[in-house]
């Protein structure tokens, strides 16, 4: 696991580190969707039969922490009206858009656990770390990271 839940005053937040920018946006999306979830229906979502699609957002003068907020909007709007739970995605980011093949399954076969209502801008980050930058941790809950290397931040309004 790369994703953490990062403790905060009245609602969720989630950090993630990475090798890539690609890689962060799944790291931080597969933490927005278990944190919804119940423990057994994390355990279970491989058993359900899945669909493939391909999902995008547009990104706006390269800002990829705005391209964050968009994706998980997208993947909550998707998971909530929709009803295509992702389980699955390899990201491709260009200077326009962000890109995704995805795996989805039914979500009206699943119970969540936690209503998110919105994706804050609130201490958004989505940024590379350079060598031998260290993004402080939070004593026995998340871990310091060290660059290089790619670092996230969302908090979620639930």
């Given at each position: 696991?790369?994703?953490?839940i990062l403790p905060t005053t009245a609602?969720?937040?989630?950090?993630?580190?990475?090798?890539?920018?690609?890689?962060?946006?799944?790291?931080?999306?597969?933490?927005?969707?278990?944190?919804?979830?119940?423990?057994?229906?994390?355990?279970?979502?491989?058993?359900?039969?899945?669909?493939?699609?391909?999902?995008?957002?547009?990104?706006?003068?390269?800002?990829?922490?705005?391209?964050?907020?968009?994706?998980?909007?997208?993947?909550?709007?998707?998971?909530?009206?929709?009803?295509?739970?992702?389980?699955?995605?390899?990201?491709?980011?260009?200077?326009?858009?962000?890109?995704?093949?995805?795996?989805?399954?039914?979500?009206?076969?699943?119970?969540?656990?936690?209503?998110?209502?919105?994706v804050t801008m609130h201490e958004l980050m989505f940024k590379?770390?350079?060598?031998?930058?260290?993004?402080?941790?939070?004593?026995?809950?998340?871990?310091?990271?060290?660059?290089?290397?790619?670092?996230?931040?969302?908090?979620?309004?639930?």
């Open positions: 696991m790369s994703w953490w609602d969720i937040g989630i950090r993630a580190f990475s090798t890539s920018p690609s890689d962060l946006l799944r790291e931080v999306t597969f933490g927005l969707q278990s944190i919804q979830l119940s423990e057994e229906d994390n355990d279970q979502i491989t058993t359900i039969n899945c669909h493939s699609g391909r999902w995008s957002v547009p990104l706006f003068e390269s800002d990829l922490e705005r391209g964050l907020v968009l994706w998980l909007e997208e993947v909550l709007f998707y998971g909530s009206i929709e009803d295509k739970w992702l389980i699955d995605a390899s990201f491709k980011i260009s200077s326009n858009s962000i890109d995704a093949q995805v795996s989805w399954i039914d979500s009206k076969l699943l119970t969540r656990e936690i209503e998110i209502k919105a590379e770390i350079s060598d031998n930058e260290v993004v402080e941790g939070i004593e026995g809950v998340i871990p310091a990271f060290e660059g290089p290397g790619w670092a996230a931040q969302v908090v979620l309004d639930v």
